[in-house]
């Protein structure tokens, strides 16, 4: 086990959670497998297409980590998972913010900042190079 998947004790808790292939049609590729490469591209924040071979074809985890938010797997598994664990006491709910999207005012961004004197602009002239406290000036 690589850092980052799932443990045993994780891995006990969730499987009987999980869909069961219904034996029509092709065998699904191992969940666990699946939901480590899932796990790997969500915490890394790579592309789908960057996920490493030793969890399958990215296509298969992308599939099924879409299908499964269609259809409220994802949904239900951290719903089944919040109350066990509050109804035990050991509930706490982690999350997690991708700073991508925060933004700055300009004012915070580095902007040339001007000299004040009793919150007066002190502008200087062009032609001295003198600063003034008239505003008129210049």
């Not at 915490?43 to 996920?51: E, K, Y």
């Not at 879409?66 to 509930?91: H, M, N, P, S, Y």
């Not at 040339?112 to 003034?132: E, V």
């Amino acid at each position: 086990m690589r850092r980052g998947e799932l443990t045993d004790k994780a891995w006990q808790r969730i499987e009987p959670l999980l869909p069961v292939a219904d034996g029509g049609g092709r065998p699904w590729r191992d969940h666990r497998e699946v939901i480590n490469g899932i796990l790997w591209r969500l915490r890394t924040g790579a592309p789908w297409r960057d996920i490493p071979e030793r969890y399958g074809p990215w296509q298969t985890c992308y599939g099924r980590f879409k299908r499964w938010e269609e259809d409220g797997t994802w949904a239900r598994l951290l719903e089944d998972l919040q109350v066990k664990d509050d109804a035990i006491g050991t509930g706490g709910l982690t999350g997690s913010i991708d700073s991508t999207i925060a933004r700055a005012h300009q004012h915070a961004a580095g902007a040339r900042k001007r000299r004040t004197t009793a919150g007066r602009s002190i502008r200087s002239n062009r032609k001295t190079g003198r600063c003034s406290d008239d505003p008129e000036a210049g």
